[in-house]
């Protein structure tokens, strides 16, 4: 697992990549959102179910390790953690504009 700080950093190219909490399944990461000219996303919108408006906005911030190998998105914090989130700590919206 590698976090890096270039333009193809896994991070940076995880869209579709499965997210998990410990060892359970968050979801399926949506797209990575950026901020100004950073080339590492300063969150990911992870799709948490099938219905509308089943996305989480994670911040970057929690992500533990990225396998670019098995398409897997580690979080360093629990799914009760996460739960606890106020959608306002990831500094954007589930759209992807900043709040």
């Known amino acids: 697992m590698t976090r890096g700080v270039t ?46 408006g089943s996305f989480r906005v994670v911040p970057a911030a929690l992500v533990a390790g990225v396998d670019a190998e098995r398409q897997t998105v580690t979080l360093g914090a629990t799914v009760e953690e996460l739960e606890r989130l106020d959608p306002a700590t990831a500094g954007v919206a589930a759209t992807g504009a900043r709040s």
Request: hydrophobic share 40%.
């Open 7 to 52: 333009a193809d950093s896994p991070l940076a190219c995880c869209h579709g990549f499965a997210v998990t909490a410990g060892d359970a399944f968050v979801g399926v990461v949506e797209t990575p959102v950026f901020t100004g000219t950073r080339l590492e996303p300063e969150s990911l919108v992870v799709r948490t179910g099938s219905g509308a």
